[in-house]
C-alpha cells in the first residue's frame, strides 16, 4: 500500500525500541499545569517543542553530539522555555479563559530563527526564537548598564565595537491572532505556502495571513441558524501538506470532509465525505460518543489519512471515500468496560495520532501510559510502556499485551488492572529517523529504535 522502501524497518516488524531520555520531575505529586497538553517536531526534527496546561512552552534541541555520533541517538536538551499564555477573562460572557496550549505548530524555517505558532481556546500567537552569542559595546550617547549618558559629559566620539557573550535564546511574540473564534480552538494547521494558516473551532474554521492580525476569513460555518438544530461539532482541521488549496476536517459524527478552496469562498460544500457506515451488530448506546473523531492527519505524501477514534485508528486513501483501506484497534478490549469509561468521563478523551517520516508506520496512544505502534507494510502492531522503571538509557521495551479474561500469562496485564488516570494523549514522531516523543502527564519520554 505504502511505499516502504525508504524506510523499511520504520514499523515494529524488525524494529526494536528502547528508552533515550525521559524530561520533567518523576515524583507522584503532578501539578495541574505541569500536565503536557502538545507535543511537536519542528520540519527537521532538531527542536521539539512541548506545550501545558499552565501555559508554558518547552523547546527541546537535539544534543549535537548524539546527532553526529554512529549511529545517532535521539538525545534533546532544553534549548528555551517561555510563558506562551496567560489565564484571561472574558467579562462579556463571564467566562475563563485557560491558559492551556492546545496546539504548537511550527513554520518552516527560513532565517536563522525559527517561528512558531501557538494556541489556547481563544488566541493564536507567533513566537520568534532568536540566539544572541554577540553584543554591542561602546555607544556614544548611553553607558553599558543602558543609561542615558549626559550630552555635555560626551568629549570625543567613540566606534561601538561588537563582544562575543554568553548564548542567550529569546522567544519574543511577533503577532497576537486573537477575537476570531467564539468557541475554542482545537486546531491550527500552517498552509504549505508558509503564508496562511488556518485555525479550527468546534462550528467554524478561519483562514489567516500571518502577516494580518486584525482580520480572518470564515471558509467554513457548520453553524445552525437555531443551535437546537445542531447534530455534530468540528474536531479537527488540516491543510494538505503540497496542495494549498486542500483542506480536511473531522466531526463528532466520525465524518471527514475535504474542501477545495479554489471551488468556492465558503466551504460549506465539501469535495469529498469520508465515512465508514457502522457495523449494526456494534450498534450500542456508547455508538455516537465512539465514533467521534478526535484526530486526523495527512500522510507526508498526501495520499493518505489518518483518523482516530475512541478505539481505533483508519487509513483512508483520498481517493476513496466509502471506506477505509486499513482500520487498526488500539484498545478494542474496552469495549465491554464502555460503561464505566462513560461514568468517569474516560470515553470523551481526545487521542491523538502520527505518522512516521516515511509514511509506513502510525503511533497513537492508550490508557495505562500505553502507547500502540503500527506497521502499515507488516501489518504488525506492538504495545509500548512509558514507565518510570524503564528510565534508564538503551533499555530495550518489552512489548505489552492485556487479556480480557481467563488465565493470565506472565507478561500481560489485566484489563481489569489498567490505570485509566494514565494516558498517552500527545505524540510526536520525528520526521527522519525513529525517534518518537511521548507524552504522559508531565513527563517527556524520548525512544528510539535499538542502537
Known amino acids: 500500500m505504502i511505499n516502504t522502501a525508504v524506510n523499511k524497518r520504520a514499523g515494529n516488524g524488525d524494529i526494536q525500541w528502547c528508552f533515550s531520555q525521559v524530561k520533567g520531575t518523576l515524583e507522584d505529586d503532578v501539578t495541574e499545569a505541569d500536565i503536557i497538553s502538545c507535543v511537536e517536531f519542528n520540519h527537521d526534527g532538531d527542536l521539539l517543542a512541548t506545550g501545558d496546561k499552565g501555559g508554558r512552552v518547552v523547546i527541546f534541541q537535539r544534543d549535537p553530539i548524539s546527532k553526529n555520533s554512529i549511529p545517532r541517538r535521539g538525545e534533546y536538551n532544553v534549548y528555551s522555555t517561555f510563558q506562551s499564555h496567560e489565564p484571561e477573562f472574558d467579562y462579556l460572557k ?129 453553524k445552525p441558524t437555531n443551535m437546537e438544530e445542531l447534530t455534530e461539532v468540528i474536531t479537527a482541521a488540516e491543510f494538505h501538506p503540497a496542495k494549498c488549496n486542500v483542506l480536511v476536517y473531522s466531526s463528532s459524527k466520525g465524518i471527514i470532509r475535504l474542501c477545495d478552496m479554489r471551488s468556492a469562498a465558503l466551504c460549506d460544500q465539501h469535495s469529498k465525505l469520508f465515512e465508514e457506515p457502522e457495523d449494526p451488530t456494534n450498534r450500542s448506546f456508547f455508538s455516537e460518543i465512539i465514533s467521534s473523531i478526535s484526530d486526523v492527519k495527512l500522510s507526508h505524501s498526501g495520499r493518505y489519512m489518518i483518523s ?84 534508564k538509557p538503551k533499555t530495550l521495551l518489552k512489548p505489552r499485551k492485556v487479556c480480557t479474561g481467563g488465565k493470565r500469562k506472565k507478561d500481560e496485564i489485566s484489563v481489569d488492572c489498567l490505570d485509566f488516570n494514565k494516558k498517552i494523549l500527545h505524540t510526536a514522531w520525528h520526521p527522519s529517523e525513529n525517534v518518537v516523543a511521548v507524552a504522559a502527564t508531565n513527563n517527556l519520554f524520548l525512544f528510539q529504535d535499538k542502537l
Open 94 to 222: 463571564s467566562l475563563e479563559i485557560e491558559e492551556k496550549i492546545n496546539k504548537i505548530r511550527w513554520l518552516k524555517r527560513k532565517n536563522p530563527a525559527h517561528f512558531l505558532l501557538s494556541t489556547n481556546d481563544k488566541t493564536i500567537k507567533l513566537w520568534k526564537v532568536s540566539e544572541r552569542d554577540k553584543r554591542v559595546e561602546g555607544y556614544n550617547t548611553k553607558e553599558e548598564n543602558g543609561s542615558i549618558r549626559d550630552p555635555a559629559s560626551i568629549t570625543s566620539l567613540r566606534v561601538p565595537t561588537i563582544r562575543p557573550m554568553e548564548l542567550m535564546v529569546e522567544a519574543s511574540p511577533r503577532r497576537i491572532f486573537a477575537n476570531a473564534h467564539t468557541y475554542h480552538i482545537n486546531s491550527i494547521s500552517v498552509n504549505s505556502d508558509q503564508e496562511t494558516y488556518l485555525s479550527a473551532d468546534d462550528l467554524r474554521i478561519n483562514l489567516w495571513h500571518l502577516e494580518i492580525t486584525d482580520q480572518s476569513f470564515n471558509i467554513v460555518d457548520i
Open 308 to 391: 482516530r477514534d475512541y478505539l481505533s485508528v483508519k487509513v483512508w486513501d483520498l481517493q476513496m471515500e466509502r471506506k477505509p483501506i486499513e482500520c487498526y484497534p488500539v484498545h478494542e478490549y474496552l469495549r465491554s468496560k464502555l460503561c464505566s469509561l462513560y461514568e468517569n468521563d474516560c470515553i470523551f478523551d481526545k487521542f491523538e495520532c502520527c505518522w512516521n517520516g516515511s509514511d509506513s508506520a502510525i503511533m497513537t496512544g492508550s490508557y495505562n501510559n500505553f502507547f500502540r505502534v503500527f506497521d502499515c507494510a507488516t501489518k504488525r502492531d506492538l504495545t509500548l510502556e512509558a514507565a518510570r522503571d524503564i528510565a
